[in-house]
T-cell receptor, first 114, second 109 residues
Framework: DVKVTQSSRYLVKRTGEKVFLECVQDMDHENMFWYRQDPGLGLRLIYFSYDVKMKEKGDIPEGYSVSREKKERFSLILESASTNQTSMYLC?????????????FGPGTRLLVL | GEDVEQSLFLSVREGDSSVINCTYTDSSSTYLYWYKQEPGAGLQLLTYIFSNMDMKQDQRLTVLLNKKDKHLSLRIADTQTGDSAIYFCAAGAGNMLTFGGGTRLMVKP
């Protein structure tokens, strides 16, 4: 069965802190994604990775960085958290197919930055 | 780039049918998806349709695609209180998906 896990369901951090959000998938998927979800805005892509050590900016990469040292793990890093980064963060993964493949989502991490 | 639009809210009575609509702008989208998000949870894939199909049925779910109008709909027959959730439409080409803002479905007993 498909499994995407995220390290925390809820996080509370202070402005200026460095924050790590971890995502692990056990499906040997090539592609992994980080989205943030805000009311009325749907899901917006922050970064994605199509291979180990490879990353691409999504629609809203400012204030974030990512790391993909191993195929199964994709980390989202907030170098210096700000209150406007309070959001729900969703990780997803997909296999590599010529015409695209379904994305499978983790349960989400709700981050509050005070 | 792709733009995907959905209405924000739909309310139905238990046992009625629900129809959630979605429009997209990029005619080159090859896959169209419906995801369900229950409170506090991630997104769960419900169903998807290839762009060369116009209908797909899966138990209580029917997806209709009008490619000419770039309109996608999800019909849930015999809606139950457990169907109350936010439903996201997504359009994809290759490995990238663009999501709509989500439609909150409220099912009243």
């Amino acid at each position: 069965d498909v499994k995407v896990t995220q390290s925390s369901r809820y996080l509370v951090k202070r402005t200026g802190e460095k924050v790590f959000l971890e995502c692990v998938q056990d499906m040997d998927h090539e592609n992994m994604f980080w989205y943030r979800q805000d009311p009325g805005l749907g899901l917006r892509l922050i970064y994605f990775s199509y291979d180990v050590k490879m990353k691409e900016k999504g629609d809203i990469p400012e204030g974030y960085s990512v790391s993909r040292e191993k195929k199964e793990r994709f980390s989202l890093i907030l170098e210096s958290a700000s209150t406007n980064q309070t959001s729900m963060y969703l990780c997803a993964s997909s296999a590599d197919r010529e015409q695209g493949e379904t994305q499978y989502f983790g349960p989400g991490t709700r981050l509050l930055v005070l | 780039g792709e733009d995907v639009e959905q209405s924000l809210f739909l309310s139905v009575r238990e046992g009625d049918s629900s129809v959630i609509n979605c429009t997209y702008t990029d005619s080159s989208s090859t896959y169209l998806y419906w995801y369900k998000q229950e409170p506090g949870a991630g997104l769960q894939l419900l169903t998807y349709i290839f762009s060369n199909m116009d209908m797909k049925q899966d138990q209580r779910l029917t997806v209709l695609l009008n490619k000419k109008d770039k309109h996608l709909s999800l019909r849930i027959a015999d809606t139950q209180t457990g169907d109350s959730a936010i439903y996201f439409c997504a359009a994809g080409a290759g490995n990238m998906l663009t999501f709509g803002g989500g439609t909150r479905l409220m099912v009243k007993p």
